[in-house]
């Protein structure tokens, strides 16, 4: 789930990068989005050694 979401995170950076290089504001407010989304879980998605403390 953990590497999930880092790809997610990652994934909307880039298209926000490709929005700000020329591509429009969709391509930035999307990339926003779901940079957003991955951020929102990664910060809810389980971890396993962190449930253990």
Known sequence: ???L???LFLAGLGIE???LLG???SWIIGGAAITL????FW???P????MEH
């Open 37 to 40: 989304i991955g951020g929102v």
């Open 23 to 25: 591509m429009g504001w």
């Open 17 to 19: 990068f490709a929005g």
């Open 5 to 7: 979401t880092a790809l």
């Open 43 to 45: 910060g809810i998605a």
């Open 47 to 50: 971890r396993g050694n962190e």
């Open 1 to 3: 789930m953990i590497y």
